[in-house]
């Protein structure tokens, strides 16, 4: 059921809702229909009557086909009802209403659910009780499936589908294809591990994302080994299903689809007419069946592909090898001798020649492997030119299967793989273009590349050993733009690592030499590294913001995307935009920077954790959780490594907390636990906070020594981090001197002053001195660093200090504040506002409008402010009601104080008489 849950949840409230309700659901086959619907019922309530009938390829002869299947086996069907139901003898309307007797008996008053699947098959009578079915009252949920390529207008379903439109409220269910990252997960649900993400996205190649044809490779395939898998030849079942659509196409038919499988995922029309020989009328009317019968798609202006490539693959297998090199050679005759009238590339790049990955294609097939490392050169350049980072690594590839030394081609190769997020790839490749590299040039740029593969994948010893590599091979180069890129590469390696100092002294090098030897390229990526450096500092972070902001266009008008990109995602992390508005729009442009140049981690994994933090800045707790849920969901499904393995699984544990979602972050910790090469403080620091918010006083003790110790070897310091720990760390009660430990820990020169105050006021609190903590607590009560969660724990501070002073006034405006602060938050910090709203005797902050006029009266009341409204006095009351003066008089006063009035006359203008 991976990608289905929004539609099982629709299907689902349309069964609940017990009401006649109809949904039709539409896909293509093995996409999933049957088992959606075998899902929802799996999930029905025990007296809910279950009928399902299937159509099959014939029914179109056999009337009432669907419905003889849904009652077929069961004892309590009438056998006179069915006997009438298949006499042919009868009128079709006595037959339609026996049809329908025959199912009300079955249901009665019974919550129902009637599936009628396959309708593209269904007779024309079957077709007619499904339409009044719908017409018929009761709880009950008609489900109809149909194939919509297979639905023409000589068939019933046809009418079908259009007077249903007409006539009732249908709920459509449209079933998708697999995404990329459903795939991946999917293929994880089926073996029980993630999928490389290589194999994963070959795999959504090769079956189009199809439930069924996955299903069907991975039964094939003992093990599940997914590297293996890519490469495994269709089982004979599956490929005997797929050469069925074309077993009976005519001869011209049958030798423009084997030429098409041969010129590979797009078809260009004047392409296949060449190499077919065949004219345009004659190709047309040909390409024109092959759609009808859904074996092509047009795919675009003048252009065609398989509907499955598994198809294509099907129908390679059968044809000779001889067969498949003469194609290829006349395909790539064709391309080299039409240039760029054949096959532009995908995206409309402004290249001059034919589409390079087609070249090295048919070139490749054809045996002529000059031509398919030029093209392969060729393509690699363009393809990530355009942000195709894992086509650009396919087509290295393939030329570095011929040239495996090709310094081009594997720097192409590396910085492909690295932007696809293949970072294995991406270290093979790199260190390969290192160690061949001619050049001063090439050995600077591949160990600048490789810096940063280093950094994400967590192998800091690597980084220490290649940034002692660059300082060498800075001491060999003569000033100029190789010895600038070096210096760049050294910044890089000294901001990732939090070294900051050295991060700004390369960096200014760097950019002085750019400046000297007029480098742009260089120029912009030294100024990233420098700006990025001072976005860390409290005290240079405006300087900062202001370079990275002014480099954006520049980078993004040299076509420098990455670097773009980078500086966005920086500007995105660091201290937040003044308006929400700002921030949603620096997201929005570093997510299109960053598909610009297929620059994977940021369009996705950075992006999601961006929405996440848009919506804290907003205050919405469970909208920033559900945005970092959706972004782990795309990437649990793939085998990752280094930073990018569990990317988002920190971030939401913090989240969690928040919420008070304890056991949520007690899976988080395991799963962060059995990721290689964790920060040193992150499962320390979870299992800390963990053990402070469950109240474990011992497991708390314990984890603060080993989180002490892991602070120590961590350069980097956050104050949130701080105030998160602790808070924790004060909630469960922690002794003064464990927290002064602490503090000490957390707390260092570059942590933002607000930040340090705010943990400051609260230790201050703590420790018995509420004037002190007040005075920190409004010191940054409007601090634009905290975000409105913070803010709202500071006003809760600052009124619990007002409170102990008995300045109850003040402390109710604190508390105001705090409570729109944390209108859309949750867990701990909305918990310590309930505490101080009870101290200060207010209602909840979440409880209902305080009931006013005669409606807050209760029954009695009401009986007594009648009689009040005739006029009774005290003793006349107590004497019609059998109750003493003194009661009747503090049901006066009671009603008097509830309607807001002062006199008895009042009384009965608001209520009078019943």
């Not at 707790?621 to 849920?629: D, N, P, S, Y």
């Not at 020169?749 to 340090?756: H, L, S």
């Not at 006066?892 to 006359?905: D, F, M, P, Q, W």
Request: glycine fraction near 8%.
């Amino acid at each position: 059921m991976i990608g289905r849950d929004g539609e099982l949840r629709r299907l689902a409230r349309l069964a609940a809702a017990r009401e006649p309700a109809v949904a039709l659901i539409a896909g293509e086959p093995g996409i999933g229909k049957t088992r959606l619907v075998h899902e929802l019922l799996a999930t029905l309530p025990a007296e809910t009557v279950v009928l399902v009938g299937q159509a099959e390829p014939g029914s179109l002869s056999r009337p009432y086909e669907v419905l003889l299947d849904a009652v077929d086996g069961r004892p309590e069907v009438d056998e006179e009802q069915l006997a009438a139901l298949a006499d042919p003898g009868r009128s079709a309307v006595e037959r339609l209403h026996t049809g329908l007797a025959l199912l009300a008996d079955l249901i009665g008053d019974a919550p129902a659910v009637v599936f009628f699947e396959d309708l593209h098959w269904a007779d024309s009578e079957s077709a007619a009780l499904f339409e009044r079915i719908a017409d018929q009252r009761g709880p009950r949920l008609l489900i109809g499936t149909y194939r919509p390529d297979e639905v023409t207008r000589r068939q019933p379903v046809a009418g079908l589908l259009a007077r249903m439109e007409r006539r009732h409220t249908v709920t459509h269910v449209r079933l998708d294809r697999l995404t990329r990252a459903q795939t991946a997960a999917f293929l994880a649900a089926a073996t029980g591990a993630p999928a490389p993400l290589r194999a994963a996205t070959a795999l959504h190649h090769r079956t189009g994302g199809n439930p069924f044809f996955l299903e069907e490779l991975l039964r094939a395939l003992p093990g599940y080994d997914m590297e293996a898998l890519v490469e495994q030849p269709l089982p004979w079942s599956l490929a005997d299903v797929l050469r069925r659509q074309v077993d009976d196409l005519d001869p011209l038919s049958h030798r423009v689809v084997e030429a098409a499988t041969v010129l590979g995922q797009r078809i260009p029309f004047d392409l296949l007419a060449e190499v077919t020989g065949t004219g345009e009328d004659e190709l047309i009317a040909v390409l024109r069946g092959l759609v009808t019968r859904g074996v092509l798609v047009e795919s675009g202006e003048d252009e065609f592909a398989f509907r499955h490539a598994l198809v294509r693959e099907a129908i390679a297998d059968q044809m000779l090898s001889r067969q498949r090199r003469r194609l290829h050679e006349a395909a790539l005759d064709v391309l080299l001798r039409r240039g760029s009238a054949v096959g532009p590339v995908p995206g409309g790049a402004g290249d001059d020649g034919p589409d390079p990955a087609m070249v090295a294609h048919h070139a490749r097939g054809a045996g002529r492997y000059d031509d398919m490392i030029a093209a392969a050169r060729r393509g690699t350049a363009l393809y990530l030119s355009i942000g195709s980072a894992y086509q650009a690594l396919q087509l290295a590839e393939t030329g570095l299967d011929e040239a495996p030394d090709d310094t081009g081609l594997l720097a192409g190769a590396a910085r492909a793989a690295w932007l696809a997020g293949l970072l294995d790839d991406a270290l093979r490749y790199g260190r390969r273009w290192r160690d061949v590299a001619g050049t001063s040039t090439d050995r600077a740029e591949s160990l600048y590349l490789l810096v940063r593969i280093a950094w994400e994948s967590r192998e800091t010893d690597e980084m220490r050993a290649l940034t002692h590599d660059i300082e060498t091979l800075i001491a060999q180069l003569p000033p100029g733009a190789d010895q600038a890129r070096a210096m760049t590469a050294i910044a890089q390696s000294a901001y990732l690592r939090d070294d900051l100092d050295a991060a700004l002294l390369w960096s200014e090098r760097a950019l002085a030499l750019a400046d000297e030897f007029d480098l742009p390229g260089v120029r912009l990526a030294a100024l990233v590294e420098k700006g990025s450096t001072l976005t860390e500092r409290p005290q240079t972070a405006a300087a900062g913001r202001k370079i990275l902001s002014t480099l954006v266009d520049e980078a993004e008008r040299a076509g420098e995307w990455v670097l773009a990109a980078r500086a966005l995602s920086n500007l995105v992390q660091g201290e937040p935009p003044t308006s929400p508005a700002e921030h949603a729009e620096i997201l929005e442009r570093m997510r299109v920077d960053a598909e610009r140049a297929g620059f994977e981690s940021l369009a996705v994994a950075t992006y999601f954790q961006g929405r996440a933090r848009l919506a804290l800045r907003a205050g919405d707790l469970r909208a920033a959780i559900a945005a970092l849920e959706e972004g782990r969901e795309q990437d649990r499904g793939y085998r990752r490594r280094g930073r990018w393995a569990d990317y988002h699984g920190v971030f939401l544990a913090g989240l969690y907390l928040e919420a008070g979602e304890l056991d949520r972050v007690e899976q988080l910790v395991a799963d962060l636990a059995a990721v290689p090469n964790n920060p040193p403080t992150t499962i320390p620091g979870l299992a800390f906070h963990l053990a402070c918010r469950r109240g474990d006083r011992a497991r708390a003790e314990a984890g603060l020594d080993e989180l002490v110790a892991a602070l120590a070897g961590e350069t980097w310091r956050s104050g949130e981090q701080a105030h998160d720990l602790i808070s924790a760390a004060l909630e469960i009660g922690l002794p003064a001197h464990r927290l002064d430990r602490l503090a000490a820990a957390l707390l260092d020169a570059e942590v933002w002053d607000a930040y340090r105050t705010l943990v400051e006021a609260q230790l201050a609190e703590a420790r018995g001195r509420p004037a002190e903590a007040l005075a920190g607590y409004l010191s940054v009560a409007e601090a634009h660093i905290l975000g409105p969660a913070n803010r709202g724990t500071v006003r809760v501070g600052a009124a619990r200090c007002l409170l102990a002073g008995d300045r109850r006034e003040e402390a109710t405006a604190q508390v105001a504040a705090a409570t729109d602060l944390l209108a859309d938050w949750g867990g701990w910090r909305v918990a310590q506002l309930a505490r101080v709203r009870a101290g200060l005797g207010l209602a909840p902050a979440d409880a209902p409008p305080a009931v006013t006029g005669p409606a807050a009266l209760t029954p009695r009341e009401r009986e007594v402010a009648v009689l009040i409204s005739d006029g009774l006095t005290n003793p006349e009351l107590a004497r019609r009601l059998y109750i003493s003066p003194k009661t009747a008089a503090v049901h006066v006063s009671n009603i008097l104080r509830k309607l807001g009035v002062s006199s008895r006359t009042e009384v009965g203008e608001l209520v009078g008489r019943r």
